[in-house]
């Protein structure tokens, strides 16, 4: 993909916005997420999942008032781009987190829904997932023009991890799998997580990044020569970057 590097289809390159606070970054992804829904017609519409604080003000927005009556929830799939290895009740979980901000709210289908399996053989988590993915996909490989996501939502740690991609872990050389897992080194519990090939089949990439605490890391990504998990990610789509003035250094 390295005519990504002057496209704005990778991390590096991507388009970059810089909101007032977390409720703009909220209200600006919500609009996206409709209109990118709209523009498909009546077509199924995956969205990738991610944790983290300013996505759950965006979930709380499209399971309110505003949003919820206006999205075609039939005909919307939520996916996961990563999760950790813990129980679904358990305060560390982004299924949880998102069935408390969104799902509890709305009139989904449950069919419609695809939290990540936790197992004690993760190896076997991560298989069922993909097969989930591919059944959906209605293909086991990925097609260049037939992305296998429309929107992607991904966050950016202060060590350049996104979803759980993380630093010095065997899943950043996966090359074939959709889905694997991986131990950090320096965060708690096991992680299951897209790899770059399913992320890269998206029509649309979205990192959301908020907080003082990303200023470095957010320009240190961007950077040419930058070798974080974050840098790589590249999509036969677009990538957007959608940070709070405080993330943006402003």
Known sequence: ?????EKGHNAKT?????????NAQANYLAD???????EKK???????????STPKKLYELLGGETYSHRLPWERLHLFFGDERMVPYTDEASNFRMVTEALLNHVNIPFRNVHP?????DVEKAARLYEENLQHEYGSRV???GEPLFDIVLLGLGTDGHTASLFPD????EEKQKWVSWCQPKDAPHRRMTLTYPAIASSRLVIFVVSGENKVKIFREVREENAIYPSSKIETEGEVHWILDKAAGGE
């Open 14 to 22: 991507g388009y970059v916005l810089v909101l007032p606070d977390a």
């Open 1 to 5: 993909m390295t005519d990504n590097m």
């Open 169 to 172: 872990t065997a899943v950043l």
């Open 42 to 52: 009546d077509a199924v519409f995956r969205i990738a999942l991610s944790g983290g």
């Open 142 to 144: 990925l097609k260049n």
């Open 32 to 38: 996206i997420i409709l209109h990118q829904i709209e």
């Open 116 to 120: 990540m399996p936790i197992l004690e």
